[in-house]
């Protein structure tokens, strides 16, 4: 499953994913994970929840963040959920396509069952017309 929280910078979509988070812990089975560009939120987060700092890492694609992500989920047979905050910044993707980009998330998400919620600093009129239906909050 693929949800995307998006609205402009500013409009509470890292609180938004943060509560998600705290909710998805509760109730997961298996592990939820947050991936973000810095370490920021790290006392806002359970300690049950992952925190994952992307920028000690040389991701600086959409490449490299597919396949930091799939790395996860081959480190993690129990992963349940993924929030990837700062989607655009940490995958280079601001001001291009990124249908491509959450095409390659749906395929790892039916093949490993993880569900990715991401958040996306872009308004919901703006996002190419394949990702409007995994839109679950506009702010």
């Known amino acids: 499953m693929i949800?995307?929280?998006?609205?402009?910078?500013?409009?509470?979509?890292?609180k938004e994913l943060l509560s998600r988070a705290?909710?998805?812990?509760?109730?997961?089975?298996?592990?939820?994970?947050?991936?973000?560009?810095s370490s920021q939120h790290m006392y806002e987060l359970s300690n049950k929840i992952r925190l994952i700092n992307v920028s000690?890492?040389?991701?600086?694609?959409?490449?490299?963040?597919?396949?930091?992500i799939s790395g996860i989920i081959s480190q993690d047979h129990d992963l349940e959920y993924m929030f990837l905050?700062?989607?655009?910044?940490?995958?280079?993707l601001y001001g291009t396509d990124i249908s491509s980009a959450i095409d390659k998330l749906a395929q790892l998400s039916d093949k490993y069952h993880v569900n990715f919620i991401i958040s996306v600093s872009m308004d919901a009129e703006d996002l190419p017309e394949s990702c409007e239906k995994y839109v679950t909050v506009k702010l």
């Open 3 to 14: 949800e995307l929280i998006v609205g402009s910078k500013g409009k509470g979509k890292t």
């Open 56 to 68: 000690g890492f040389p991701v600086d694609s959409e490449d490299g963040y597919i396949g930091f």
């Open 85 to 92: 905050d700062s989607f655009l910044t940490v995958a280079n």
């Open 22 to 37: 705290e909710s998805a812990v509760k109730s997961a089975i298996g592990s939820v994970v947050y991936v973000d560009k």
